[in-house]
């Protein structure tokens, strides 16, 4: 998974030549549409296949950008294709000055449903999505990879017709994190920045620490927590003049945030699951 800038063009296009979005045709079929999102890769748009109809999600992503990564996500995710959960990709490549990968149009994220419904999902919803979480966390774990930034914004409804299924986004920050022969684990390191979103980090992530399998799962406990406390965590809404200051303040409330606390008042499978991923 070597994560290197592919400068193969299929469109004709020079890669300093600014030609607009809109005018551009990826793979010789996608036809870009309006945009229907943005992150701090760059911005999503939707696209329609000229020939077939067909509606995709174009993620699009400036050569410019400081820390490409869009046709690394497209390889791991063409390493993933076939889970449930998974979206499917269609092509990646470089037109203009942009990356861009066509990838199955899928539904709101479910911090937009969270939004939507006043922020307060039932219980039985939140042991359904707790459930479908650790399927495919378990599934990418299966195929060698953390994910690093599990959050309500990065899993999806499924399109049209697949409503019911949790979808997994997002995967520029995930990392192999064993051999997939060997089984051979990658070396622990200290003195890491933090990956994610500090808000769901582990706390292991926190303090530096290379990230392993738990710190996902640990993440999930979080992110089930957020939608059982309508949408508040006690390191949420924390001032400090530096974005570092402010990271070490979110980790030193975790850290002094005992389970039970965090738990308090929800059932004892919640506060059973939160010890399994702490240890």
Same mark, same amino acid.
């Given at each position: 998974m070597a994560h290197h800038q592919d400068t193969r063009n299929h469109t004709g296009v020079g890669p300093s030549s600014?030609?607009?979005? =809109?005018?551009?045709?990826?793979?010789?079929?996608?036809?870009?549409?309006?945009?229907? !999102?943005? %992150?701090?890769?760059?911005?999503?748009?939707?696209?329609?296949? @000229? /020939?077939? !109809?067909?509606?995709?999600?174009? =993620?699009?992503? @400036?050569?410019?950008?400081?820390?490409? /990564?869009?046709?690394?996500?497209?390889?791991?995710?063409?390493?993933?294709? !076939? !889970?449930t959960g998974i979206a499917q990709v269609f092509c990646c490549e470089t037109a203009g000055d942009h990356n861009i990968m066509a990838m199955e149009l899928l539904g709101p994220s479910l911090e937009d449903v969270f939004n939507l419904c006043n922020r307060t999902f039932s219980l039985k919803t939140i042991l359904l999505l707790a459930d479908q979480f650790l399927q495919r966390v378990e599934y990418i774990h299966s195929k060698n990879f953390i994910h690093r930034d599990i959050k309500p914004d990065n899993f999806l409804l499924g399109g049209a017709g697949n409503q019911n299924t949790i979808y997994v986004i997002d995967f520029g920050l995930a990392k192999k994190f064993r051999d997939p022969k060997t089984h051979q684990h990658i070396p622990y390191r200290e003195n890491k920045n933090l990956t994610g979103?500090?808000?769901y980090a582990s706390i292991s992530?926190?303090? %530096?620490?290379?990230?392993?399998?738990?710190?996902d799962l640990e993440a999930v406990g979080y992110v089930l927590m957020y939608f059982c406390r309508g949408g508040t965590l006690p390191w949420q809404g924390i001032k400090a003049n530096t974005k570092q200051e402010k990271y070490h303040k979110i980790m030193e409330k975790k850290m002094s945030t005992p389970v039970e606390v965090l738990c308090k008042g929800y059932p004892s499978k919640a506060l059973q699951a939160g010890d399994r991923a702490a240890q």
């Open positions: 600014s030609i607009p979005l =809109k005018d551009l045709k990826i793979a010789g079929v996608w036809k870009i549409g309006r945009k229907i !999102g943005s %992150g701090s890769f760059g911005d999503i748009y939707k696209g329609l296949n @000229s /020939q077939t !109809g067909q509606e995709v999600a174009l =993620k699009v992503e @400036s050569t410019k950008a400081k820390h490409p /990564q869009l046709l690394y996500e497209y390889k791991l995710l063409k390493h993933l294709q !076939g !889970g979103t500090a808000r992530a926190h303090l %530096g620490s290379e990230q392993s399998r738990r710190d």
